[in-house]
């Protein structure tokens, strides 16, 4: 004979179980508007002395470029022909982080307010725009082409007309051109030949061979501007800045020449890094709000910012590279930090500026100005605290 619960009961253990859902995710702290809550690592499971000597190390391995981001800049891309300065650009702090364990600071160094140039940490707020339009239904699928949504020409040749939303989010799409006055083949050009063997070179197909370029990101962004139909800006400011508290002191810049008209309205099309100024300014604690929202899996409080299916969806490597998702690095390849999870991704721009985020110990680091081939023994020192 088979035992059987009363309906009664089972009703009764439903509850109980939806009534412990709800307690703990009442539980989830997020920080308010202007206010983040402060806890002693012990409180949060953390070795204070190791931790201290993450921070330590962080302190001390700043990043060596000048200060005067104007020489770092000219200066890092001095091989690149035609470089130059088209947008704003702000000299540095000092070195600044902070690490979140549960949500809350646990610690932090430097000055975490100032306002400073994060560089390519950029890709990955112009990926989440990417994103939100997936959401909103704006773009159908990333494996459309880019041409049934922008056909103004930017995408009209042979090669271009093939590239994918998917193929500029995985920087993969070997897009071949002008915009704005920079030409692709000009931005990281390879070690061997000169001028014309890179402006004769034979073109990838889209998807197949990785490539760091930000001509091409800068076509994702003025592509997201066509079909937002408004400045990139304002969509993040009111899509996601907003709703998780973060404060009125960022900017998203691009260039002097990169105002197109939309709808008969002069409108910015922002690049999606510092390379030749502009890009996100902004301050630390912003980041690690941004951050704290992918740590949640794009929830804050009780709002899905961005869907679970983008979160998943950018943690998974590209084609073209293991160590590459929508524009947001993973922990995988070879690039992976050994001694820290595979299951890490996160967000790296020109100078040590890091957004890293580790589901599985729920945690955010926000590194500035950390020197760059030093954030996989800063990210062991932590592990090693938790």
């Known amino acids: 004979m088979i035992n059987t619960i009363p309906n009664q009961a089972v009703l009764m253990l439903l509850s109980l179980f939806l009534w412990a859902g709800d307690l703990q995710a009442q ?26 000597e993450a921070i330590t190390f962080a302190r001390e391995h700043e990043y060596e470029g000048a200060r005067d981001l104007r020489i ?20 540095r702090g000092g070195p600044a982080g902070l690490i979140i364990k549960d949500g809350y600071i646990v610690a932090k160094w430097g000055d975490v307010e100032r306002v400073d ?6 890709k990955s707020y112009l990926s989440t725009i990417a994103g939100l339009a997936v959401d909103d239904g704006l773009i159908g699928n990333v494996d459309d082409p880019v041409q049934a949504y922008v056909w103004d020409g ?3 040749s042979e090669h271009n007309s093939k590239i994918q939303w998917k193929h500029l989010l995985h ?5 071949s051109g002008s915009l704005f006055g920079m030409y692709d083949w000009a931005d990281r050009p390879p070690n061997g030949g000169g001028i014309d063997d890179w402006k004769s070179r034979t ?29 990139l800006p304002m969509v993040l400011k009111e899509k996601i800045m907003d709703p998780i508290g973060a404060s009125s002191t960022w900017r998203w810049y691009g260039y002097e020449n990169s105002f197109v008209n939309v709808d008969g309205i002069k409108m910015q099309s922002v690049s999606g890094g510092g390379h ?14 941004f951050g704290l929202l992918f740590l949640r899996n794009g929830k804050w409080r009780d709002q899905q910012l961005v869907s679970e299916r983008w979160i998943k969806g950018l943690q998974q490597s590209s084609p073209g590279n293991e160590s590459y998702g929508y524009m947001w690095w993973l922990n995988k390849g070879n690039q992976q930090w050994e001694g820290v999870s595979s299951s890490v991704y996160y967000a790296a721009g020109f100078g040590g500026n890091f957004i890293v985020v580790d589901q599985e110990n729920d945690l955010i680091v926000v590194t500035r100005w950390l020197n760059p081939p030093q954030i996989g023994e800063m990210m062991r020192l932590v592990t090693r605290a938790l």
């Open 276 to 289: 030749s100024g502009g890009g996100l300014f902004i301050n630390t604690l912003d980041h690690a709000r």
């Open 117 to 122: 140039m994060t560089f390519s940490v950029t």
């Open 27 to 52: 539980h989830v702290y997020y920080p308010e508007k202007n206010k983040w809550e402060e806890r002693v690592p012990e409180e949060a499971g953390l070795n204070a002395s190791k931790l201290n």
């Open 72 to 91: 770092a800049i000219l200066k890092g891309f001095e091989r690149e022909p035609y470089h130059k300065l088209a947008g704003p650009v702000k000299e």
């Open 203 to 231: 073109l990838l197909e889209p998807g197949t061979n990785f490539e760091y370029n930000d001509v091409r990101v800068n076509v994702l962004a003025y592509s997201l501007l066509q079909v937002w139909r408004k400045p």
């Open 154 to 156: 930017t995408f009209e």
């Open 171 to 175: 920087q993969s799409s070997d897009w």
